[in-house]
């Protein structure tokens, strides 16, 4: 079984659609470390003016001592409507910007109290809609126990996984021997980022899903999955 897992991410971006696409299983990872300026609770969207920002405001007393399933949103700032506001202004003349508005008129009617909530949400209803199957666990419901690398694999034993797939940072914290020996193989992701049509005028990676969404529609998983390594050619490269 191939697994992989990823912190909570707000809006995310085609590579960690891709390593969730390529897996059998995923963990959304809420019982790590809350990291202030990641892309946790923040992520780019494509504007006339170029991209920016879309940041879920959070309280952050403490929070290096937080994982990030115990992050509140800070909802006395009014960032639900300028969220919604900016993804209407800045794709309502998208192709496919009607499919999917109801969804984002939901998402940003409720009020979210938990950041880690909001994100598992959002990734399950959007992996639904670009047709990603993947069994789908949360860390901090497994009863883990160990950190970094040696939580990875406490996470393969435990969801009896061959090969887990590494986003391409990895390399920098990976014991590959510790997966070795215990007859797991590890994956680095390649991600080779697909240019699509897209509103604005030239091409800007390295932007939410959404966008993605919004310009393509039903071919975006096949967009995505575009010269990069599919969970079939991943299985045979690594027998």
Not at 120 to 136: A, F, N, R, S
Not at 140 to 145: A, D
Not at 195 to 207: D, I, M, N
């Amino acid at each position: 079984m191939i697994f992989t897992a990823h912190q909570p991410a707000y809006l995310p971006w085609l590579g960690l659609i891709h390593k969730i696409a390529i897996s059998d299983a995923y963990v959304h990872l809420d019982n790590v470390q809350f990291e202030k300026n990641s892309f946790t609770n923040r992520n780019k969207i494509k504007t006339a003016n170029g991209p920016i920002w879309l940041t879920v405001p959070v309280f952050l007393k403490d929070h290096i001592k937080k994982t990030i399933k115990d992050i509140k949103i800070d909802n006395t700032k009014n960032w639900r409507q300028s969220h919604l506001k900016s993804i209407y202004l800045n794709y309502k003349k998208a192709p496919y910007f009607n499919k999917y508005a109801d969804f984002f008129e939901q998402v940003y009617k409720k009020e979210w109290d938990s950041l880690s909530d909001l994100n598992d949400y959002m990734l399950q209803c959007l992996l639904k809609e670009l047709g990603v199957k993947v069994k789908y666990y949360k860390a901090s419901e497994l009863n883990l126990q160990s950190h970094k690398s040696d939580l990875i694999l406490e996470m393969c034993k435990k969801l009896e996984a061959n090969l887990y797939v590494f986003g391409a940072l990895g390399r920098d914290y990976a014991k590959k021997e510790d997966f070795t020996k215990e007859g797991i193989k590890a994956y680095f992701q390649d991600f080779k980022h697909p240019e699509y049509p897209q509103l604005w005028g030239e091409f800007t990676p390295y932007l939410s899903v959404i966008d993605l969404l919004f310009n393509c529609g039903e071919k975006s998983l096949e967009i995505l999955m575009r010269n990069n390594i599919s969970k079939n050619e991943l299985y045979v490269q690594q027998k």
